[in-house]
């Protein structure tokens, strides 16, 4: 089967195709001098949330460009926007995400008009994102090892590595608090954003804190050891008393 027909279980496609003419916000994102175009947002199942660095495949036809794939990644909003070349009338697109692909779409383009394609991919990892980071010594920069990380609400607590980095795999979708400490350092917390299928990375400086510690008393213990002396320890010729 062929891999853009879509993944089994994996994939969906929703496509909506209206026409209207370019001006007001399709001017805004380019100025296509009056020839056909297209705008394509990628999204989740739902409908509800923009799959950002999704990549479109798109093939022009009755062109020569039909030869050449086109492959653009969304952006942040899960959109994208083409201008056609010369006087295409016809593109094939479809998109992919991780191991997700949606089946071919066919637009009919016309000069002078924008027609609009949606993708709802089912993205097999499911709505989760990943944290990579590393801690260091505010002051010098070193590499924290043993740092404590965690998200509030999340049961799992990783450490850095001797290297100070930590990964966070299969986090749902969301905003946290992330929390850092270590021993000797000041706790940190900030509010983090996980992204669907994004890996976000971050940077942690810790500042070293002197550390509080209750008074030690120190306290030595003498044993006293008492000797009786038995007759067989008596001296010959020693008076006995």
């Known amino acids: 089967m062929d891999h853009r027909r879509g993944v ?3 994939a969906l496609l929703v496509l909506r195709l209206a026409a209207s003419p370019i001006g007001g916000e399709a001017q805004q994102e380019d100025n296509c001098n009056g020839r056909a175009s297209l705008r394509i947002a990628v999204r989740d199942e739902s409908g509800s949330i923009a799959i950002p660095n ?4 798109l093939r022009w036809t ?3 460009a039909a030869r050449r794939p086109v492959r653009q ?3 942040s909003d899960g959109r994208l926007f083409f201008c056609a070349p010369g006087e295409t009338r016809q593109a094939t697109l479809w998109a992919e995400f991780a191991d997700a692909s949606s089946g071919e779409a066919v637009a009919t383009l016309e000069p002078g008009v924008t027609r609009e394609v949606e993708f709802r991919l089912l993205v097999s990892s499911g709505r989760t994102g ?3 980071g590393q801690v260091r010594d505010a002051r010098t920069e070193d590499p924290v090892a043993a740092a404590a990380v965690s998200l509030a609400g999340r049961p799992e607590t990783v450490q850095t590595n001797r290297r100070g980095r930590f990964i966070m795999s299969g986090v749902p979708v969301g ?3 992330l929390s850092v400490r270590h021993l000797g350092y000041a706790p940190l917390s900030h509010p983090i954003s996980v992204s669907l299928g994004i890996t976000t990375d971050v940077e942690v400086d810790l500042v070293p804190a002197p550390l509080e510690m ?4 120190a306290t030595a213990t003498r044993v006293r050891r008492r000797f ?3 007759s067989a320890d008596t001296l010959p010729g020693a008076a006995s008393l």
């Open 8 to 10: 089994a279980g994996a």
């Open 228 to 230: 009786r002396r038995s």
């Open 175 to 177: 905003v946290y608090e």
């Open 130 to 132: 990943r944290l990579i």
């Open 73 to 75: 990644v969304t952006q």
């Open 54 to 57: 999704a990549t479109v495949v």
């Open 62 to 64: 009755e062109s020569e």
């Open 214 to 217: 209750e008074p030690l008393v």
